[in-house]
């Protein structure tokens, strides 16, 4: 069996370090041959004298400069994109928007895209999709719920006409169960104690006002095609069962293990074989008890946002996805309130100004306007 080539863009964030870990631990499947960061200089370094990269990509002009000077030997480029060049996959751990460069040059260059960066298909679908027509450009997703229902739809040799829903199943975040009263003064902390999962800080904060699971399933809708009336959400706080697929006969195939990001990485690198490592196995006399529950969607607002521009289509997504980042980044800084959030991204989106996206640079405007917007939000 031939070498596995592996770029990770965003290798020295959670989504990357795991990556590294399945890698290290597999026995010799898979090579990396390129790191990407956007400005952590000292992490890249370790990474890359230990894992041998023949390309690290850089887009901060100072850290590109240091990491350079300490690896002598690699080619030190500034953009993220070229990983694509020479790997047979390529895993998208970037943080957000700036994502998409990756996610199209895989595609374009016909390579397999482990995309952990939702944002990136969420914000572009309709410049994206159609390069998932090009040979060899395939999209395995290696967020936890999109991996679950991609596994659960091999059970399907007609997807078209078999599947009847997708049910996205979300922890809840930290406050389930709270009223939106009750949410008025909570802090930076709080929102950072994600109840099953270990991730980083934008997500765990979108996980926190149920906007992850909104992203999610806008982006449920661009992996498969499936229209939003037929996407659920199903609050499940335990994080076991990671999502399901509803058949036309009533059968529900949901895949279940432990909260470990690493089983859908590892899945990704290796589809469409399973990893002989088992992450986030199940110990089934430990698991008592599975619960499910229909989320707060008065409370948490920013889950029917998701839906509505979603069912928008066109920028509406990348309005929405963007808005979020911007208000996300200023809780985070500590400009606004976790129930500011909401707010911010509704009154932005009211600025939505529908156009439909043909090119990148529609997209990359959509995106540019909804910031603008939603900066002008965080001072009223
Ligand atoms: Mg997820």
Same mark, same amino acid.
């Given at each position: 069996?031939?070498?596995?080539?592996?770029?990770?863009?965003?290798?020295?964030?959670?989504?990357?370090?795991?990556?590294?870990?399945?890698?290290?631990?597999?026995?010799?499947?898979?090579?990396?041959?390129? @790191?990407? *960061?956007?400005?952590?200089?000292?992490?890249?370094?370790?990474?890359? $004298?230990?894992?041998? &990269?023949?390309?690290?990509?850089?887009?901060?002009?100072?850290?590109?400069? $240091?990491?350079?000077?300490?690896? +002598?030997?690699?080619?030190?480029?500034?953009?993220?994109?070229?990983?694509?060049?020479?790997?047979?996959? *390529?895993?998208?751990?970037? *943080?957000?928007?700036?994502?998409?460069? *990756?996610?199209?040059?895989?595609?374009?260059?016909?390579?397999?895209?482990? =995309?952990?960066?939702?944002?990136?298909?969420?914000?572009?679908? +309709?410049?994206?999709?159609?390069?998932?027509?090009? $040979?060899?450009?395939?999209?395995? &997703?290696?967020?936890? #719920?999109?991996?679950?229902?991609?596994?659960? =739809?091999?059970?399907?040799?007609?997807?078209?006409?078999?599947?009847?829903?997708? =049910?996205?199943?979300?922890?809840?975040? +930290?406050?389930?169960?709270?009223?939106?009263?009750?949410?008025?003064?909570?802090?930076?902390?709080?929102?950072?104690?994600?109840?099953?999962?270990?991730?980083?800080?934008?997500?765990?904060?979108?996980?926190?006002?149920?906007?992850? $699971?909104?992203?999610?399933?806008?982006?449920?809708?661009? =992996?498969?095609? !499936?229209?939003?009336?037929?996407?659920?959400?199903?609050?499940?706080?335990?994080?076991?069962?990671?999502?399901?697929?509803?058949?036309?006969?009533?059968?529900?195939?949901?895949?279940?293990?432990? +909260?470990?990001?690493?089983?859908?990485?590892?899945? %990704?690198?290796?589809?469409?074989?399973?990893?002989?490592?088992?992450?986030?196995?199940?110990?089934?006399?430990?698991?008592?008890?599975?619960?499910?529950?229909?989320?707060?969607? %008065?409370?948490?607002?920013? @889950?029917? @946002?998701?839906?509505?521009?979603?069912?928008?289509?066109?920028?509406?997504?990348?309005?929405?996805?963007?808005?979020?980042?911007?208000?996300? #980044? %200023?809780?985070?800084?500590?400009?606004?309130?976790?129930?500011?959030?909401?707010?911010?991204?509704?009154?932005?989106?009211?600025?939505?100004?529908?156009? !439909? &996206?043909?090119?990148?640079?529609?997209?990359?405007?959509?995106?540019?306007?909804?910031?603008?917007?939603?900066?002008? #939000?965080?001072?009223?």
């Amino acid at each position: 069996m031939s070498v596995v080539r592996v770029a990770i863009a965003g290798s020295t964030g959670s989504i990357g370090t795991q990556t590294l870990d399945v890698i290290s631990r597999s026995g010799g499947e898979y090579e990396v041959v390129g @790191l990407g *960061v956007g400005s952590s200089a000292d992490a890249v370094i370790a990474q890359a $004298k230990s894992c041998n &990269p023949k390309m690290v990509a850089v887009s901060n002009e100072e850290a590109r400069k $240091k990491v350079a000077k300490a690896l +002598p030997r690699v080619d030190v480029v500034a953009d993220l994109a070229e990983l694509a060049r020479d790997a047979d996959v *390529v895993v998208n751990g970037v *943080v957000g928007f700036a994502g998409l460069s *990756v996610t199209m040059s895989t595609l374009q260059h016909g390579k397999r895209l482990a =995309l952990a960066n939702k944002e990136s298909l969420i914000a572009a679908g +309709p410049i994206v999709q159609p390069l998932r027509t090009i $040979k060899g450009a395939v999209i395995v &997703p290696v967020d936890s #719920e999109h991996c679950a229902i991609h596994q659960c =739809l091999r059970s399907s040799t007609d997807a078209q006409r078999e599947v009847r829903r997708l =049910l996205l199943t979300a922890s809840g975040g +930290p406050f389930r169960g709270r009223t939106a009263e009750s949410l008025q003064e909570v802090t930076i902390a709080d929102a950072l104690k994600h109840p099953t999962w270990s991730m980083g800080p934008k997500i765990t904060v979108d996980s926190s006002t149920l906007m992850n $699971k909104g992203l999610e399933v806008i982006e449920a809708h661009e =992996l498969f095609g !499936v229209g939003f009336d037929n996407i659920d959400v199903v609050v499940h706080p335990q994080s076991v069962a990671h999502s399901m697929v509803e058949f036309a006969d009533g059968s529900v195939i949901a895949q279940l293990s432990l +909260p470990d990001m690493r089983l859908p990485i590892a899945y %990704a690198l290796g589809f469409p074989a399973r990893s002989d490592i088992a992450f986030g196995a199940i110990d089934w006399t430990q698991l008592s008890r599975l619960d499910f529950e229909v989320p707060d969607r %008065a409370t948490f607002r920013c @889950l029917d @946002l998701a839906y509505q521009a979603g069912r928008v289509g066109g920028t509406a997504p990348a309005w929405l996805s963007a808005a979020n980042e911007i208000a996300v #980044e %200023a809780f985070l800084d500590g400009h606004i309130s976790w129930s500011k959030i909401a707010g911010v991204i509704e009154q932005t989106m009211q600025h939505h100004d529908g156009l !439909v &996206p043909t090119t990148v640079e529609d997209i990359l405007q959509a995106d540019e306007s909804a910031r603008r917007f939603a900066a002008l #939000e965080l001072t009223k």
